[in-house]
């Protein structure tokens, strides 16, 4: 990989990707179906979570793609994830049935972020949000971002304050950049997603935070480069693009486009031996391609406010010093 | 025997054991010892840079380095890595080793484009090649070139860490010790202190890390 220059995002790339990744999900749709047992047996892993993650990420592509046939192609899944939802039916079920559980309550959010409600989960909403119980918390700090989120999007009070949280996340830490295992990795581009509302509001990140970034990307990416870990991949490339100023790294985005399958799947790794699904190409592909689709669509957006600031590579060091002004 | 001899500077440096001397370390008479000298390049000679070193280097020192530097001067074709080192071991045998600077060749001219025109990773892993260089005083220029591509060498220092290359990343934390305008985020020193832990039993590692305390008062 060259320097980190932020060239001009190209365009016929992404839309190729986004379109691709669009294809492969439409495609592969009723993989996505819910099964009868999901609230009893069905591992949510399998269930819930690709479901969730096809919601949240269809929306944004629905809202925010410059294209009207991707746009159009994004609406069609998000239509098809709140029909499976029973059109909140069964986040009010999953509510009664885990009341002290985030998840029902996280995966409402998406849709009501977009103005889909049901009466039941609304009622319910009220009650489980409003318990101290609540206000325990459910998982790491990253997790009460997203949380936090839902709770925004759905409308009922905060349980917590989200400065204060997101001060103890990785990135609020600007955590030692050498020390980002995988799951450290996953942590970040989560604080981001949630920080910004998955890249609607690259506004609510700060000065300092977006210079950490700025100047650690270009060495994650080019660790998950040499692993060719797609998904992560993808997500760092989504993260560049959350930026309120987004940098676009193009030779990342060659190379994650050459990784895409002709059918326009994105394997989770190069080699799916290495993967825990290697027989299955829904498994092995369903969250690299969303998470590509995704990024593919921000970056997008990114290019249509971001005049070109192409630079050498020496230059390109520049962003990084803004982090020793930083506190 | 390298690894011997990079103990041996690294003892020095942290001011234990008897007082330095090149030519105890590295004895004249082992055929080995010029290779040695050469591939540790100024490292030889760093522990006469230190503070605390009373002793002055002598005449068996000078014939140590001078017999490296006869067996081994970078050909036409030597990289720009080789030459630097090369020269790096000249410089550090004028400043402190006895004897004028008619004893000693001059130092041979070293390419420094590449400091400007590599992509980062690749200038991240030639400069941990050219750690020995980071002593006071020594190649004030690449150390100035260098200055323009702190970032980036932050990033080969990350990168190296990730990937486990304890070497190249205590070579990098070494140079970032010397140079202004690290990036604070990085975490040099916890950084530094985390390679000793990690990778500090490899001989080599240790030296920089050592370095890196004794000359610019970073890590542990």
């Known amino acids: ?327 | 025997m390298i690894a011997d001899a990079a103990s041996g500077v690294a003892l020095a440096l942290r001011g234990e054991g008897d007082p330095y001397a090149l030519s105890r370390v590295l004895r004249q008479s082992d055929a080995l010892a010029p290779a040695a000298v050469r591939v540790l390049g100024a490292d030889a000679l760093a522990p006469y840079a230190a503070d605390h070193h009373t002793p002055a280097a002598g005449d068996e020192d000078r014939g140590v380095v001078q017999a490296a530097l006869a067996a081994f001067p970078p050909g036409a074709d030597a990289s720009a890595v080789s030459v630097w080192s090369y020269r790096g071991l000249v410089e550090a045998s004028h400043a402190f080793l006895p004897g004028g600077p008619d004893r000693w060749p001059q130092p041979p001219d070293a390419a420094s484009g590449w400091v400007e025109a590599d992509p980062w990773p690749r200038l991240a892993h030639r400069a941990s090649q050219l750690a020995a260089l980071a002593l006071p005083g020594l190649s004030p220029a690449l150390a100035d070139a260098l200055t323009t591509r702190t970032d980036d060498l932050a990033r080969g220092f990350v990168r190296a860490v990730r990937r486990r290359d304890w070497l190249q990343a205590a070579g990098l934390g070494r140079w970032l010790a010397r140079l202004p305008g690290v990036p604070p985020t990085l975490g040099l020193d916890a950084g530094l202190a985390f390679i000793g832990h990690m990778g500090g039993g490899d001989a080599r590692v240790a030296l920089h890390l050592v370095a890196a305390r004794c000359f610019y008062g970073r890590g542990e």
């Open chain 1, 1 to 327: 990989m060259s320097g980190p220059p932020s060239a001009a995002a190209d365009t016929a790339l992404l839309d190729s990707v986004a379109t691709g990744a669009l294809s492969w999900l439409g495609a592969y749709r009723d993989r996505f179906r819910l099964p009868a047992d999901v609230t009893t047996d069905a591992d949510p892993n399998l269930t819930l979570k690709p479901l969730g993650e096809l919601a949240e990420l269809a929306r944004l592509i629905q809202e925010l793609h410059p294209r009207a046939d991707v746009r159009e192609a994004a609406a069609e899944l998000f239509a098809f994830a709140w029909e499976q939802f029973g059109r909140g039916a069964l986040h009010a079920e999953l509510m009664r049935n885990e009341p002290q559980a985030v998840y029902p309550v996280e995966l409402y959010g998406v849709f009501a972020r977009a103005g889909l409600r049901h009466p039941a989960a609304d009622a319910l909403l009220t009650t489980v949000t409003g318990l101290r119980r609540w206000r325990v918390a459910g998982g790491d700090h990253t997790r009460t971002l997203s949380v936090l989120n839902a709770e925004r999007r759905i409308g009922v009070p905060l349980h917590a304050d989200p400065g204060a949280v997101f001060a103890l996340t990785g990135l609020g830490l600007r955590a030692e950049p050498w020390l980002l295992d995988l799951r450290a990795a996953y942590g970040l581009t989560h604080d981001v997603f949630h920080l910004t509302d998955w890249g609607r509001a690259r506004h609510r990140m700060a000065a300092p935070f977006a210079a950490y970034l700025r100047l650690w990307l270009p060495c994650w990416l080019e660790g998950e480069l040499e692993r060719e870990l797609w998904d992560l991949v993808g997500e760092l490339l989504a993260v560049a693009a959350c930026l309120p100023r987004p940098w676009y790294p193009a030779d990342v985005w060659r190379r994650l486009a050459a990784a895409q399958r002709p059918d326009g799947g994105v394997p989770e790794r190069s080699d799916p031996a290495d993967g825990p699904y290697r027989d299955d190409p829904f498994l092995t592909c369903y969250h690299s391609t969303l998470v590509t689709a995704f990024a593919a669509t921000l970056a997008r957006v990114g290019t249509d406010t971001t005049p070109d600031d192409s630079t050498g590579p020496a230059r390109a060091t520049a962003p990084g010093r803004e982090s020793e002004a930083a506190p």
